[in-house]
C-alpha cells in the first residue's frame, strides 16, 4: 500500500480519506485500487496553448465562406488566430474599390471574439498603391511575437516583387531570431510556398539559413492544395483554403482526393512542438446540428 500511495503522489494525484486531489480543480472519489478510468494525468501543461490559421480566402472567393468559418472559430474558442494572406480580392488601384474589400473584410475578422493576425498575399499587395493601403489601415508588412515562449514570424512574401523577401525584412528577422535565441520553437506564417518555387528558392533560402540552429515550422498558402513536406528537418505546410476558389465547378473545392478543401487549421502547441488538425467547416457544428 505504501508504494502505490508513493506512486500516486509521484504521478500527482493525492489519495486523503478516499478521495484523489489532482492539481487544484479535480476532485474524484476512488475505490481502491481499481478505479473505472485510465489515468489521472490531466492533459493541463500551463505551457501548451491552442491556436487557429485560416488559410486563403480568395482566387475567386466564394461569398459567405468565411464568414462561417469566423463564426466556427468563435465556437471552437483558439487564444487567437493566423493567417496566411490573400484576404482581398485585390489587384486593382482604386481606392475606393479597395476600400470596399478591406472594410467587407475587416468586418468579419472584427466579429471573432480573439486576436486576428493578418499577414499579406500576392492578392493584397499587388502593386504601390495596395501597398500603402496596407500600411495606412494595417501599419508593417511583416513583424514578430512571441507567446508562451514561442516565437511567430509573419513574413511578407510580396516585398520588393513578387514571390521575394527583400533583404531588409531578412536583416529584421535576422535580429529578432538572434534575440530569441532560447525559445522553445520558432513558427513562420508567409503567403506564398518560395521554397517549392525554382525562380524564387534563392531568395528563400537566405531567410531559411536563419532557422537553421532551431526547432521551427513553416505555414503557407497561394496554390489553394494542402502539402506536407519535411525539409531540412522542420515541416513545411501549404495550406488549402478557407473561402477561396477551390477549382472546381463554380468555384467549389474539388475534395480530399485533390487535396482541395475548405479547412481551420488547428494547433496545439506542446513541448515536442507544434501538433496540427486538419478541421474540415462543413463538420463543425453548433449545438442545434439538426431541425429539432
Avoid at 471573432?112 to 493578418?118: A, C, D, S
Avoid at 475534395?255 to 494547433?267: K, P, Q
Wanted: hydrophobic share 35%.
Amino acid at each position: 500500500m505504501r508504494l502505490l500511495r508513493n506512486f500516486l503522489v509521484a504521478a500527482g494525484v493525492i489519495i486523503l480519506s478516499g478521495c484523489a486531489d489532482v492539481g487544484p480543480s479535480l476532485k474524484i472519489q476512488t475505490s481502491g485500487q481499481t478505479n473505472p478510468w485510465t489515468h489521472l494525468n490531466l492533459y493541463n501543461n500551463p505551457d501548451n496553448f491552442q491556436f487557429a490559421i485560416v488559410a486563403d480566402r480568395t482566387g475567386g472567393h466564394r461569398p459567405g465562406v468565411f464568414a462561417d468559418a469566423v463564426e466556427k472559430l468563435n465556437l471552437l474558442k483558439p487564444e487567437f488566430v493566423m493567417s496566411i494572406g490573400d484576404l482581398i480580392e485585390g489587384y486593382s488601384e482604386d481606392n475606393a474599390e479597395l476600400n470596399h474589400q478591406w472594410n467587407e473584410f475587416d468586418g468579419l475578422v472584427n466579429k471573432l471574439q480573439m486576436p486576428f493576425f493578418y499577414v499579406p498575399g500576392n492578392h493584397d499587395i499587388s502593386n504601390e498603391v495596395m501597398a500603402k493601403k496596407w500600411q495606412k489601415r494595417l501599419g508593417q508588412t511583416y513583424y514578430h511575437f512571441t507567446y508562451h515562449n514561442v516565437l511567430f514570424l509573419c513574413l511578407n512574401t510580396e516585398d520588393t516583387c513578387k514571390g521575394c523577401i527583400g533583404h531588409q525584412q531578412i536583416e529584421y528577422f535576422q535580429k529578432i531570431l538572434k534575440a530569441n535565441r532560447n525559445v522553445r520553437w520558432t513558427l513562420v506564417f508567409m503567403h506564398q510556398p518560395l521554397w517549392r518555387k525554382g525562380e524564387t528558392l534563392e531568395n528563400w533560402e537566405k531567410f531559411e539559413s536563419l532557422l537553421a540552429d532551431r526547432p521551427y515550422t513553416v505555414f503557407a498558402g497561394h496554390t489553394h492544395k494542402y502539402n506536407k513536406s519535411v525539409r531540412k528537418g522542420g515541416r513545411y505546410y501549404v495550406l488549402a483554403i478557407t473561402g477561396g476558389g477551390g477549382g472546381g465547378e463554380d468555384g467549389q473545392p474539388l475534395g480530399l482526393a485533390e487535396c482541395r478543401f475548405d479547412h481551420i487549421v488547428w494547433i496545439t502547441m506542446t513541448d515536442t512542438g507544434p501538433v496540427l488538425a486538419n478541421l474540415l467547416l462543413e463538420g463543425i457544428l453548433d449545438d442545434e446540428p439538426c431541425p429539432q
